[in-house]
């Protein structure tokens, strides 16, 4: 949970991948908006312009839907006007009073994580089209005056410092300077190795079973 100057923000991982998705596809593909579910979980699961890549499934969505719309996040689009499936879209924007440059910044940080400004400029292209750096930085103090991003502290072998969300949990732990040590990073990998072995394992009944 995060608490904001106006706001009391608590979504998890996927609640903020299905809602950077609706954020950035209402001004990517305005046509389709807003989305049906099975477009949602295939936005929620691109494989470019994502980070990290996801494998969500239907009830997964659903439920961060529900959730988010409980917290005034998004609204249910109910058939109607030729439409034969129910539709959802988001109104964080107007929850936290967005304009289109500050939307744009927050829905490319919720469905790629941390990132500098320079890669900010780069990849809100499609959602608007910052003329400058220092456009970009603007929106960036705008939103953290709502204590929506921060700066991170410089990692590591970074040449530049990266902002960060506030709305949603993100997928990968944003660690400090001070706490990236070998020995975290090598319990890092171990853990994400015995998670592979276990599902090779869980892959493998399986596989037993059906022959």
Request: proline share 5%; with cysteine.
């Amino acid at each position: 949970m995060v608490e904001g100057g106006n706001f009391q923000i608590m979504l998890s991982v996927i609640e903020g991948r299905v809602l950077g998705c609706l954020m950035e596809k209402e001004r990517t593909v305005p046509d389709q908006y807003p989305l049906t579910m099975n477009a949602l979980v295939s936005a929620c699961n691109q494989s470019s312009s994502r980070e990290p890549i996801m494998s969500l499934d239907d009830f997964e969505v659903d439920a961060s839907l529900t959730s988010m719309k409980s917290q005034g996040f998004i609204r249910i689009v109910h058939p109607s006007h030729g439409r034969s499936v129910t539709r959802y879209r988001q109104v964080a924007v107007e929850k936290f009073e967005l304009e289109e440059p500050e939307a744009a910044v927050v829905a490319v940080l919720l469905v790629r994580g941390p990132q500098t400004v320079a890669e900010l400029r780069s990849r809100t292209e499609r959602l608007h089209p910052f003329e400058s750096a220092a456009e970009v930085d603007a929106s960036l103090h705008v939103l953290a005056e709502k204590d929506l991003v921060r700066l991170l502290d410089r990692q590591v072998g970074q040449k530049e410092q990266r902002w960060q969300q506030l709305i949603a949990e993100e997928a990968e732990p944003v660690a400090t300077p001070s706490a990236v040590t070998p020995s975290s990073v090598t319990g890092s990998m171990a853990d994400r190795v015995a998670q592979l072995e276990d599902r090779v394992a869980k892959l493998e009944a399986a596989l037993a079973d059906l022959l």
